[in-house]
């Protein structure tokens, strides 16, 4: 189904793929990207549960935007683990403008696609959205 606002559909590849994510651990993060041309949200990379943080943050392109999933695991101070599922709306300063508005239009409708998301972030700079952030969110 599109977005009124911005007419963009969400591919059923991003909600399986979410579902894996949050059910079955199969993945440690999750990169979409509006296909502009398709007009859909799609599936752009698929994380590796071994893969960390940095991994993550080196598949967000410098000069495009992009929705991401998180799944970021932790101890909490009494050493239990835990993890909370992030969505970060990365839209860098550089990015074209009608990509940013594109974005910001279709995120809310994207975001109640992907049930079981606990944290959002929307950053515009690598420093917004850097490990320590992510700690700091999670709890």
């Known amino acids: 189904m599109a977005n009124a606002a911005s007419g963009i559909a969400v591919h059923d590849d991003c909600k399986l793929r979410f579902l894996e994510l ?6 440690r993060f999750i990169v979409f990207k509006i296909e502009e041309n398709q007009k859909q949200v799609i599936v752009e990379k698929l994380g590796e549960p071994a893969q ?29 683990p835990k993890s909370r599922i992030f969505f970060i709306a990365w839209s ?10 594109i974005y910001a239009s279709s995120k809310d409708r994207f975001k109640r696609e992907l049930d079981g998301i606990q944290v959002e972030l929307q950053a515009t700079d690598p420093s917004e959205m850097d490990l320590e952030v992510i700690k700091s969110r999670a709890n």
């Open 22 to 27: 949050k059910t079955k651990r199969t993945h």
């Open 52 to 80: 960390g943080y940095e991994d993550f943050a080196a598949c967000l392109p410098p000069n495009e935007c992009r929705y991401a999933i998180y799944d970021f695991e932790f101890l909490t101070e009494g050493n239990v």
């Open 92 to 101: 860098p300063d550089t990015s074209r403008v009608r990509s940013k508005m």
